[in-house]
């Protein structure tokens, strides 16, 4: 089993600049009064808010954690909604949480720092009849335990606190989750064991496998978030999980990654899903989470901003509550009629569209098209060219990378997933790292970005020239381990091409290999006479997910090319909307 696999390490007390004005261990219960603030920072509360402090729970295995339950004042019972994370629970007042806010542009004021870090605000939630619950999960904190990162032993464990919230006298037996990145993670692994009072989800942008989209993205090595958040997260007494350790000594996926990774076919409640573009760590996962999850009462948004700005907006949060208050209240307000899917399209030139209405995603009226590379004209066609030809850099020179231009001569709009399918050789080595982008181009082909967070300052721009991609907006990336392109034909589709990473297939010289890679799902409006580049390179053409974490270098050697025309038609192949 995966269990017998973990690796651990010391774990360490919460750091002072994670601590926060409800951190301390204190059991009880108070009430906090209407007009009442955390701190001068944050909001006031609109209501008199019951406030049961380190509650503990028994899980099935003996260990106790801790929770905080925020509950509005009463003897009527009424659901809860849980917020499942690493971070501490009283966190919400913190420095660091503070500085993200501010990193993003937004106002402190936005909540009442009674939330956990990328959760539900309890002032808000309990105004509306709802409590809420923070867990400081195994061995997070002050709970016991060895801590877990996104793993299906979260999933057990939630699944007991969920059965466990249902039991009490104030709970009506309905329970949510609710949550951004992390918290959004942790929601597939608990829906997939099925706890019986988990009335419905909201997994607002978070990773649906934690090889693929943290360790092993594209079966490369890129750890350099996974560092940050076993370093950076997972206080407590007694021993972590050590995740860069694990990747070490199994590169491929077996069974500790198997364990990582949730049982989406199992997850049947109810689920609210909310998704970007942009976010280089969640987007894919996301979606993977909703096109799998057998929900027959499922609904997807994809905004056009960033997870934190976009959760704690007003009017996404009302319409979150319509969700919960047709499945956790019962309330007849319609809430079917909204529409499957509501998706975004990115104009990257202020024009942006939001809320478009659709049956599935890609929309109906979607053709994936095929547009060939042709390595003579440095373009992209949609006749394969007849004629062979070859396209390629040397590893390390300047420069490292290809790329293939269209022009649209009327306006197009790209909707869906888009992939491509190489044929490559690596002239001096065994391997490739494969990275690559679509971007968008103005007519004068100057390439168009976007910022996603309301920071758009002089500091913002420094940290998002190259790297943290979640903040700026570039295009739709893709990467894949050539050695790694083995295809679970299983998974696959034709638009989403899905590797085992199992096994690893070597080239041998003069080895021309074919090879499918994934990018990012997509909203673009392209305007008469811009254009479209497809890059294909050696290095992270976005640099690094998040500001302040290691940069991976491919392992990669010699020359790269790639083949075009004839037998070897490579193409990129797009969704495009009629």
Not at 77 to 92: C, E, H
Request: with cysteine.
């Amino acid at each position: 089993m995966g269990d017998d696999q973990k690796i651990y390490m010391p774990s360490a007390p919460l750091p002072t600049d994670r601590t926060g004005l409800l951190t301390a261990f204190e059991p009880g219960t108070r009430t906090l009064e209407k007009g009442s603030r955390i701190a001068p920072q944050f909001a006031s509360l609109p209501v008199d808010i019951v406030f049961e402090k380190d509650v503990a729970v028994q899980l099935r295995d003996g260990v106790t954690v801790h929770v905080d339950v925020f509950r509005p004042v009463g003897t009527e019972p009424v659901p809860v909604i849980m917020a499942y994370s690493p971070y501490g629970k009283g966190q919400g007042t913190s420095a660091s949480v503070m500085g993200i806010f501010g990193m993003v542009g937004l106002d402190n004021a936005r909540v009442s720092g009674l939330e956990k870090f990328e959760g539900p605000d309890p002032a808000y939630w309990c105004a509306r009849g709802y409590a809420i619950c923070n867990p400081d999960i195994r061995g997070v904190v002050d709970s016991d335990g060895d801590s877990v990162l996104w793993d299906r032993q979260d999933g057990r464990d939630a699944y007991d606190i969920v059965e466990w919230l249902a039991e009490q006298s104030w709970c009506t037996g309905k329970v949510a989750m609710s949550g951004t990145s992390y918290l959004a993670a942790t929601q597939w692994f608990a829906a997939a064991e099925r706890p019986p009072h988990l009335a419905a989800i909201n997994p607002w942008e978070g990773i649906s496998d934690t090889y693929r989209d943290l360790v092993m993205r594209g079966g490369m090595p890129d750890t350099g978030f996974a560092r940050q958040l076993r370093d950076n997260s997972f206080f407590g007494r007694n021993r972590k999980e050590d995740i860069l350790a694990e990747a070490d000594v199994h590169p491929l996926v077996d069974e500790l990654w198997a364990d990582k990774i949730p049982a989406l076919e199992n997850i049947t409640v109810p689920a609210y899903v909310v998704a970007s573009y942009s976010n280089t760590l969640h987007t894919a996962g996301t979606f993977r989470g909703w096109r799998r999850i057998a929900s027959a009462d499922k609904w997807l948004r994809v905004h056009n901003s960033q997870e934190w700005p976009d959760y704690y907006d007003e009017a996404n949060r009302d319409d979150l509550r319509r969700f919960f208050d047709r499945f956790l209240l019962g309330v007849d307000n319609g809430w079917e009629t909204t529409p499957r899917v509501r998706y975004s399209l990115l104009d990257l030139e202020g024009g942006d569209e939001t809320g478009i209405p659709a049956d599935a995603f890609p929309p109906a009226g979607v053709v994936s098209t095929k547009f060939y590379l042709d390595a003579r004209t440095r373009t992209l066609a949609l006749d394969a060219p007849t004629d062979d030809a070859t396209a390629g850099y040397t590893v390390d020179a300047n420069p490292d990378a290809v790329s293939f231009l269209a022009r649209f001569d009327d306006e197009t709009v790209l909707v869906g997933y888009p992939k491509a399918h190489l044929f490559v050789e690596a002239d001096g080595a065994d391997d490739l790292d494969l990275f690559v982008l679509v971007q968008k181009l103005d007519a004068h082909g100057t390439p168009l970005q976007a910022f996603t967070t309301p920071n758009q300052s002089a500091v913002a721009h420094d940290i998002t020239d190259h790297g943290a991609s979640i903040l700026r907006y570039k295009g739709s990336d893709g990467r894949i381990r050539v050695s790694l392109r083995h295809l679970d034909q299983t998974l696959s589709t034709d638009d989403v091409p899905a590797h085992t990473f199992d096994r690893s297939e070597k080239l041998v010289p003069g080895q021309v290999a074919e090879v499918e890679i994934d990018l990012l799902p997509l909203g673009l409006r392209f305007h008469a006479g811009e254009q479209l580049r497809f890059v294909v390179s050696s290095r992270n053409l976005l640099g690094t997910m998040m500001p302040g974490i290691r940069e991976y270098t491919g392992a990669n050697a010699g020359r790269h090319i790639v083949h075009t025309g004839g037998a070897r038609a490579s193409y990129l192949q797009l969704p495009v909307r009629h």
